[in-house]
């Protein structure tokens, strides 16, 4: 079941493909009203996400389709079609023309503004010259080899189920881990389910999905369940407490991740609400030649909840910006680490 995304997705990405091609025919010309119509109308019959996102489509169409006309320059349709993606708010939507890209711009700035990590304080005072990499992860041991530290960067660096495992062997007298995702902008899927492969597993749910199947709002398949992998012989589950710290500049597979640690009781999240960005995106084509990119797919957490506009942490702890910069302390990695040192200490 770990691979249902991808099946999902591959099947929304046909399907659409074949519709679009046929809605959109041959004969289309490329005009600037051609253009925008056609992509209100790609998002209003295939963009997952209208219920959560709380915007009138049609509403955004009337305000701005007076701004189009024929024999507009394509950097002014650029921009009015960019406008209309942009009140979606949303990370996995864009618009791609040879001269530019359009972006989420309130969210992306979030991302950069809002985010709660320093990475010169995280290698300088942490994780030092000499931490070890392995699998795109950066790793040390910290409070006297106590904490196993990780900062995984970006879920689109490739982490195996073995190196994941040689990292975990690598500091047996640890009483628990800090798995840092701050700043991951998200990536692949399959490493989401590679790093909870070696937690404690029976089997258990983790989230559910649903795809756009037809051009209603509401138009999706049933609910598809997602569990954890089995355990093996060869597995090693770390049964030992793992903090997780999110922010704001966690999005995607990291918001993913973040819903997963439901199903874990020896997980807990810490810091700010993610991003968000758990539909996964399709690619279509405009009469222009333009790309599109919009979600195709909506999910649940283990609660039942959608939290596609951001994940919230079990325990808020806003980032120390200042501590940070002018200290050199990280109050979100020393949190982390004292939580789990006194959870040992208790039990």
């Not at 679009?20 to 209003?44: C, I, S, V």
């Not at 209603?216 to 355990?231: G, L, Q």
């Not at 790309?291 to 079990?314: C, F, H, I, S």
Request: aromatic share 12%.
């Amino acid at each position: 079941m770990k691979s249902i995304h991808y099946i999902l997705l591959i099947f929304a990405t046909l399907a659409m493909a074949s519709c679009e091609k046929a809605l959109m025919g041959d004969d289309l010309p490329a005009t600037a009203p051609n253009t925008f119509d056609y992509l209100w109308q790609r998002f209003d019959q295939q963009y997952s996400l209208f219920e959560v996102k709380e915007v009138d489509w049609q509403a955004v169409y009337d305000s701005l389709r007076p701004r189009v006309y024929s024999g507009m320059t394509a950097d002014s349709l650029f921009s009015v079609c960019a406008t209309m993606l942009n009140t979606l708010n949303d990370g996995h939507v864009n618009l791609y023309a040879g001269f530019d890209v359009s972006r989420a711009d309130s969210l992306y700035y979030r991302f950069y503004a809002e985010g709660g990590i320093d990475v010169n304080t995280l290698v300088l005072n942490y994780l030092g010259v000499n931490y070890h990499s392995t699998g795109g992860m950066a790793h040390k041991g910290l409070c006297e080899g106590k904490v196993l530290y990780i900062y995984y960067g970006s879920f689109s660096n490739t982490v195996s189920v073995p190196l994941f495992r040689r990292i975990i062997r690598s500091y047996p007298e640890a009483q628990g881990m800090v798995l840092d995702l701050r700043g991951n902008g998200g990536g692949t899927l399959s490493n989401v389910i590679n790093i909870l492969s070696l937690m404690p597993s029976h089997g258990q749910r983790l989230y559910s999905s649903q795809i756009k199947s037809g051009p209603d709002h509401d138009d999706f398949t049933p609910w598809v369940d997602t569990y954890a992998s089995d355990v093996t012989d060869d597995t090693t589950v770390f049964t030992r407490p793992v903090v997780v710290l999110i922010d704001k500049g966690c999005f995607s597979a990291t918001s993913v991740f973040a819903i997963c640690t439901q199903a874990y009781d020896n997980m807990v999240l810490m810091g700010d609400t993610t991003s968000g960005g758990l539909g996964l995106p399709s690619m279509g084509y405009l009469p222009n030649g333009w790309r599109y990119r919009l979600p195709v797919t909506r999910t649940r957490a283990l609660d039942g909840k959608n939290y596609e506009n951001g994940v919230p942490p079990d325990i808020l702890l806003p980032f120390d910006r200042q501590a940070a910069q002018t200290l050199g302390r990280d109050n979100m990695i020393d949190s982390a680490c004292n939580y789990i040192i006194k959870l040992k200490i208790k039990n």
